[in-house]
């Protein structure tokens, strides 16, 4: 499938929008690893923003938690590295919820 032929200044634009969904998810991720968001809040979230978040990204943005513990959770989660937080099933949810209730 070809990409759509874009005009320059549908480019600009386009461009732009994705600079700032990428600046509010650095934020939100930012505010996770302050501690100031819980797990819970940005799970709830339906958006775009939250739902292309790599679920592996989203568990290194919690406080103490690391690549390599990041990368070990979801081994124990059942969770594949690749995954969206959109993409997350009900019980994959639950799991990781379950997983760190002082986020909650």
């Known amino acids: 499938m070809a990409l759509p032929t874009l005009t320059p200044a549908q480019r600009a634009e386009a461009l732009k929008k994705a600079a700032a969904v ?3 998810r650095g934020e939100l991720l930012a505010q996770m690893k302050a501690g100031d968001l819980s797990l819970t809040v940005l799970l ?15 568990l290194e943005s919690l406080p103490g938690i690391g690549s390599v513990r990041a990368g ?5 989660l059942g969770i594949s590295e690749s995954r969206r937080v959109q993409g997350l099933g009900p019980a994959q949810r639950a799991r990781l919820l379950a997983q760190f209730p002082h986020q909650n």
């Open 22 to 24: 990428r600046r509010e």
């Open 44 to 58: 709830e979230r339906e958006d775009s923003v939250v739902g292309k978040v790599r679920v592996r990204r989203l």
């Open 72 to 76: 070990q959770l979801l081994a124990d």
